[in-house]
């Protein structure tokens, strides 16, 4: 299976691959920008399930799911059908009840589009904010990029 | 909002229209694939609303759901950005349980895609098999495309 | 088919309605926000389409494609199965090579997400930008909902 | 990055995984069907690039395109989100001009869906049939999947 596939250190928490197939391009011949969105949450949830974070036991047993609600995308270059993409994860900011991703994707040295992403933690059947539960953020308290980046936690 | 455009009478019982957009296509610069079964699924959503049949109610009052058990699709000629198609529909066989669909994707005269969709009723909950609501199976058969094909009402 | 359904004058310069299904929604019961980048683009397309705009005329003939380039998204409320959406969609800026939109996805008068979308125009064979199309510039500008804005014309 | 996992040998040449993410369910829950042919399809493509095949050279050297000409799939049981599938496949029958793949989604011993896919070879320009390269038929009858199903090599 997927492995991350290297550590940036202090830039970059979490690298993960991503392979460009056709269901990604448009008839543009390059890849569909809503579909960076999509790399972005792979690479979140491989990481979240590296830290240990069983989202979908999370969301049976103590009704939380994450949802995004905010995300801000530039799109520097385009990728192509085969290209192998990595996707760049570091926490930017760890809030009481959501987390701030910076979020990069690369080709080799070249970053193609970068963002950042805040996912809020809320109650399934209300869909209203809850804080993360200590399971999650003490595991992404953990993460060694989180505190290179002199991170701070803050509250919201 | 749309508007089922016309109605072929003894061919197909619906039509609908679908644009096609940068979402739709791929590299290959064609409509891809995959994204026919979306466009026939709006169609029968728009038929089963035209019937008077609500989904999203079904499941949350009745705990069921349709969901799709076998499609089998040809692909004849390729669509592109911005063509207007039209999803043809039309009953192939009422079963106790389940529903199978007959479906084209056209460009004026010309069938695109053509295809035959199953889909079978299931308790959300279990996803086992219950038979169709008689609210669902009296609006279909009211259908008269149903009827013009000399259709049989049949188990399962 | 589908029509622009109503024109809000001073806000937003054009109104299209999306209906929610299957395909739209995720696990979480609620529309996949990375889908709320398709409904904006649909949006954009049908209103350069109803100012007479061809984008496929234009790749094809003048070898000019619109690229998206930046995005910012909020989501505050969640959008259902079956829901009615309307996107309404109001141009923020008309720069030289780049068009900068300010879109948002409503049910009723709920604001469900709100974004600014920034499309350039670039050469196809380099993805190099290039000027708008003077039918292009020539055409938005004669939007009313434009002016109505004390919207200016800007450069880049 | 990916590597195939195992393969069965006498019944399945290829193995592929597959991790499910929130974009590939819907609202009820599971895995939306459409979805498959994706899943199947990136097998696919994994599978010609560790033949050798590289399909983006074929297109932009050779003007030759792989589409999909024809699809059946049986949906058995629901995939879940997190869930790591399995995609099996295996050729059917090598024409001259197309190639048919046997492909199964699995979740450990359990079949989830299983169909058919028939993949044409094209001429970008046209969009016409083309005879498979021989680079490409070659690279596939010398995988030994192939052969241990007796498989015979056909035409059209």
Same mark, same amino acid.
């Given at each position: ?13 979490? *690298? ?7 269901? *990604?391009? $448009? ?10 969105? #999509? ?13 240990? %974070? *069983? ?26 059908? $085969? $290209?192998?993409? %990595?996707?760049? /994860? ?5 809030? #009481? ?11 080799? $040295? ?11 933690? %809320?109650?399934?059947?209300? @869909?209203?904010? %809850?804080?993360?539960? /200590?399971?999650?953020? *003490?595991? @992404? ?16």
């Amino acid at each position: 299976m997927n492995q991350p596939i290297h550590r940036c250190g202090v830039q970059f928490g979490f *690298d993960w691959p991503i392979r460009v197939y056709y269901e *990604d391009t $448009d008839a543009g011949g390059i890849v569909f920008y809503a579909n960076y969105l #999509k790399f972005f949450e792979r690479a979140r949830t491989e990481w979240l399930r590296a830290c240990g %974070v *069983d989202q979908r036991g999370l969301a049976e047993q103590s009704g939380i799911l994450f949802v995004v609600s905010e995300t801000a995308v530039q799109y520097r270059a385009p990728a192509r059908l $085969d $290209d192998l993409l %990595v996707i760049a /994860s570091r926490i930017e900011r760890l809030g #009481k009840a959501s987390v701030e991703f910076a979020q990069e994707a690369r080709r080799g $040295d070249v970053v193609l589009a970068a963002g950042t992403i805040r996912v809020g933690c %809320v109650e399934h059947a209300t @869909l209203r904010p %809850v804080a993360l539960p /200590s399971s999650v953020s *003490d595991a @992404l308290r953990r993460e060694p990029g989180l505190f290179q980046q002199g991170m701070s936690t803050t509250t919201a």
